[in-house]
């Protein structure tokens, strides 16, 4: 590669090489190196020239996570900007366990409004029914909210083939904050999450390295959107949360929605965070919409 | 893909061929309900025309809510009638009906309304007397009949004359006499006013209960607001695609028959990224080292 390059027959531009998954940082950090020692600056009027991290974050993002809907596990697609194509898991199964309550213990209600209404039902059957929705609604309902609280929360970035990259445990909980660690598939640490407050008027993800220090944060960008999405839901999408990267008392990037319905995010970075990794970002982004996912109906969140 | 220009006439068929997907919805809806497919072979229709309330009832979905609602407009008028019909038939079967229900006249003139319970073999009562404006008092429950008729009977109402005193020395004449601005005095008749002669039914008419309206209004309600945020969402999401430019779509379009209309290149993204764009290359310095 590096030989291919000293051929470059217009030794004063950087020209963008196409991408090669996987992508090789430290073989273009070389190049770039060589390029920048090598070559004196333009006097005068210039055209921008690049930087190295320019270049490697416009090859690395932006970073698409995709729902897949309809499933029951929580599922996502990630497509990062060098092309690679991987997936995340996380169970959804106390949630889907407290919405078969709730819809049980509606049908509950729905029976016992019927056995009211019509005197001559037959006791036997109507007992059944109403006993057989009520005790699986109650059971499901709290079991589901059970879990849901005290059960450790897990969400797993894999590729493909299924090997496991990276993996969202949580580590510290309480009733309004929460601690996750991201690890790779070794257990080894490479990030911390915090969700805190609740999260009212806007969302705030907080990202620390494994030694305590402040990262970047994940903010929302409107109060109206978040306010209007207490109250309507996210109606078709419209209200769905748009993030805003803040690091160091700047905007570092974005989490635009894409698609009809706005469930797709798109992470886009114009500033360079050199340790986060894009698929770390896209782990994370895949957590907390597993963790907060807009509702259609007026919800806390 | 070829990328075909937006113009005028583009968008007038996109724009018509939307309204027309709108438009002819009950339409379609119309025609493919009454496809012959979806129509019963010639031989299975009936030959006489149903009765159209029946057929209201036994096939429109909406029978069993119309019935419930007649269940619950049912008034205690109503209820008595039946019942009253009830025993009518029993009566005409040769069934022996006692009468549970008697009207007794007080010698004061007081109306007594005394309900017959069946109380382990025994028949026990429960009476009401008349108050003013036609309304009835519960007096006592579970005495015999003649105990039921002497607590009307020493009953004192207010305008009546003075009872002797008892001999236990407790009864009307020692308890503390109502204050006068709290006795329920008959009101006085004003002129022209006639005071009917039968007593008018005590028929309770039925309160509709508020909160069927309430949820019908707020399901309205939210079905509006779905239908906005649809369209919401339909004209934002219209407007992010690039070949739609309904809203602010800046450089995807080129004019129609351009040299980048033809092209099959696609043309270059909108986005953040102005330094990927290539940029024109200087002339080739010749290599002396």
Known sequence: ?301 | MLRLGMNAENRKRVYLSCIFAVVSLPGGAHASLNSPSLKLPAELEPTTNWRKDIVLEARSPYALMRLTKLKNLKTTADTFDLIGRDANRLKNLGAKVEKRLRAIQTDKGRRLLVIESIHRDKPLYTGYVNGPKNTYAFLASGLHLAQVVTAAESLRFPGDEPQLPTETGIGPESAMPMPEEMRDAPRAVSAGETIPEKPQPMVQTYKQSPWPNRLKTLFGWTMLLLGIGFIWRLISWAGSRKSLPLTGSTTSTAAPGSAAALTQLPPFKRGKFTSLTPLPLPKKEKQTA
């Open chain 1, 1 to 301: 590669m590096i030989s291919e390059f000293s051929e470059n027959p217009y030794p004063g531009i950087l020209v963008r090489p196409l991408p090669k998954p996987p992508y090789d940082a430290a073989t273009s950090l070389a190049r770039t190196a060589t390029k920048r020692t090598s070559v004196p600056r333009l006097s005068g009027l210039s055209a921008p020239s690049p930087t190295l991290e320019e270049i490697v974050y416009s090859d690395r993002y932006p970073v698409v996570v995709k729902r897949r809907r309809f499933r029951f596990w929580h599922k996502s697609v990630v497509r990062t900007g060098t092309g690679n194509v991987l997936r995340t898991k996380a169970s959804r199964l106390p949630r889907l366990m407290r919405a078969w309550g709730l819809w049980s213990l509606a049908a509950a209600w729905v029976v016992a409004h019927g056995i009211a209404e019509s005197a001559g039902a037959d006791p036997l059957a109507s007992a059944f029914w109403l006993n057989s929705f009520l005790w699986f609604g109650l059971t499901s309902y709290f079991t589901g909210a059970f879990f849901g609280t005290f059960a450790k929360k897990r969400l797993e970035l894999e590729t493909t083939a299924g090997e496991l990259v990276y993996q969202v445990r949580r580590i510290a909980g309480g009733i309004l904050t929460s601690h996750f660690s991201l690890r790779d598939e070794l257990g080894n640490e490479h990030l911390r999450l915090q969700r805190s407050g609740t999260q009212f008027f806007k969302r705030r993800w907080k990202f620390y390295d494994r030694l305590g220090g402040a990262g970047p944060q994940i903010v929302e960008r409107s109060y109206l959107t978040a306010l209007c999405r207490k109250l309507f839901g996210h109606l078709w999408g419209n209200f769905r949360a748009r993030y805003t990267i803040w690091h160091n008392g700047i905007t570092v990037g974005s989490i635009e929605r894409e698609g009809f319905t706005n469930d797709r995010f798109r992470i886009e970075f114009w500033k360079e965070v050199p340790t986060l990794d894009p698929k770390l970002v896209a782990t994370a982004v895949a957590f907390i919409d597993h963790q907060d996912p807009e509702r259609w109906h007026p919800w806390f969140n």
